[in-house]
């Protein structure tokens, strides 16, 4: 998006891809060469799919789920092919519903992923095996600490059976493999200018990059992060939308920011409802967890030291995981963390413990 100097009104440029983003001389320039100067300009690429350099990632039925296309071609193999089985590389949000998709199906899964557990960037260790009981529970095979090497083709089945060979030598046959591992920045409009770029294009708090005129938003860029102050590429569609919003407001003249963004995950298949918030994966010695249980709910938390809530899980509770992930961000923030009225009985309406609800309001905790 880019406002053309000091135009008026809108102009869509349809169809006419940018190629390049020149922005000390605050101009655009298009796939066929031609180039727009403009007044104020934001990006928002997106991210495209991360596949690994591994042999065979080109083969017939190894695909990705990232864009549309990439899902018009699953649900086609789904519904055409008389597929046995599966193999999802990539325990993460994006893998687990393709884990889903094969149940539904009725064909046998296997997900497979290099890290010990699953969703190992939003679940804690104790929460992922309850996670991963229940799976094997449904018939679905998991795969930990499985590196892809690379992806042959059974010669004896030409146009059928695949096998991914692990880095340790594991074997593991499928007639659809469905790689989900991850996904990078766009960032080629930039590359090779004066704007500073980490893992995204690195902006501040009203998302304005260090070059003046040029902002960016979404998936594409690194923003402040609440919990470690530091500029993170989170990408996730709420933020992409404060960010967005944020933007705009200060492209139009205003001086908004954007403060909130925290790592967090929240994801429903077969029939359990996850919520990850927080740092996970950095506990830091002195470190403690807080457990908590109540039929299907279980809870996980971890504190730091100093009594700072760093990380959370939740099985279960979707319908007010919200009152719970906004008094967890008002706890990273410093704000008043004593839960309202309304907010405890809804919690304790949703089958929340007691003790719990008094935890996340900032009250003693009992020990229980």
């Known amino acids: 998006m880019a406002v053309w100097g000091n135009c008026p009104a809108a102009h869509l440029h349809m169809g006419r891809p940018v190629r390049r983003v020149h922005p000390v001389q605050r101009e655009l320039e298009l796939d066929g060469g031609e180039r727009f100067e403009y007044g104020q300009c934001l990006i928002c690429t997106g991210t495209s799919v991360f596949l690994p350099p591994a042999e065979g990632m080109d083969l017939a039925n190894v695909c990705c789920v990232r864009a549309p296309q990439d899902a018009r071609r699953l649900k086609n193999a789904l519904e055409t092919q008389r597929l046995r089985s599966i193999l999802v590389v990539g325990a993460s949000m994006v893998g687990i519903k393709v884990v889903e998709l094969a149940d539904q199906y009725g064909i046998a899964c296997t997900l497979a992923d290099g890290a010990p557990h699953l969703f190992a960037l939003a679940a804690f260790q104790d929460t992922a095996e309850r996670i991963e009981r229940y799976l094997k529970s449904r018939g679905i095979s998991l795969a930990f600490s499985a590196m892809l090497d690379k992806i042959v083709q059974s010669p004896k089945a030409p146009s059928g059976v695949l096998t991914a060979i692990m880095k340790d030598g594991r074997q593991l046959p499928a007639d659809l493999i469905v790689v989900c591992i991850g996904a990078r920045a766009n960032m080629e409009l930039v590359r090779g200018t004066p704007v500073a770029t980490g893992r995204g294009i690195l902006v501040a708090r009203g998302m304005r990059t260090n070059v003046p005129g040029l902002y960016a938003a979404g998936d594409c860029c690194e923003g402040y992060e609440l919990q470690s102050k530091e500029q993170r590429n989170i990408g996730l569609w709420a933020n992409a939308g ?84 906004n008094h967890f961000m008002k706890r990273l923030s410093g704000e008043n963390v004593q839960l309202d009225a309304l907010s405890r009985c809804q919690l304790k309406n949703a089958g929340f413990p007691q003790n719990f609800i008094d935890y996340l309001g900032g009250m003693v905790y009992d020990g229980a």
Request: proline content about 2%.
């Open 242 to 325: 404060y960010q967005g919003r944020t933007a705009g407001a200060n492209m139009a003249g205003a001086d908004e920011s954007f403060d909130y963004t925290i790592l967090h995950n929240i994801s429903h298949f077969m029939g359990i409802d996850f919520l990850g918030m927080g740092d996970i994966v950095h506990p830091q010695p002195g470190d403690r967890y807080r457990r908590w249980q109540r039929g299907t709910l279980y809870i996980q938390a971890m504190e730091g030291a100093d009594g700072t809530l760093k990380g959370l899980n939740l099985l279960g509770g979707a319908a007010v995981s919200g009152i719970v992930k």
